[in-house]
């Protein structure tokens, strides 16, 4: 199984940004579908965006969109999520998630392996 490590969370004042990276474990390369997904505390985990292997195909959530940006680097087997205006309601640990298949899917129950999550915090 493909481990999924992420970095680059940390704590950022509002309107700042952060850059959110997702590596494959060494020897390993992603699956199909990669993208990423957060819980805050006391909240369901979401969808936040996901990208295809090419690069091609790429979804995000509404509450995300023109201030979020995914990306991927087949070569280095690295996901990236650029996170720009962030609000103290992006506050959340965000996952690395992973889908074995080519069929996009937003459900917390279609992801096939997870990372162990990277803190944001957004002051205010």
């Known amino acids: 199984q493909v481990q999924l490590v992420e970095s680059g969370g940390g704590l950022v004042q509002a309107g700042g940004s952060l850059r959110l990276s997702c590596a494959a474990s060494?020897?390993?390369?992603?699956?199909?579908?990669v993208g990423w997904f957060r819980q805050a505390p006391g909240k369901e985990r979401e969808f936040v965006a996901a990208?295809?292997?090419?690069?091609?195909?790429?979804e995000y959530a509404d509450f995300v969109k023109c201030r979020f940006t995914i990306s991927r680097d087949n070569a280095k087997n690295t996901v990236y999520q650029q996170m720009n205006s962030l609000k103290p309601e992006d506050k959340a640990v965000y996952y690395c998630?992973?889908?074995?298949?080519?069929?996009?899917?937003?459900?917390?129950?279609?992801?096939?392996?997870w990372g162990q999550g990277t803190q944001v915090t957004v002051g205010s």
């Open positions: 060494a020897g390993r390369t992603f699956s199909y579908f």
């Open positions: 990208i295809n292997w090419s690069g091609g195909y790429i």
């Open positions: 998630a992973e889908r074995y298949i080519a069929s996009m899917s937003r459900r917390v129950s279609d992801v096939d392996s």
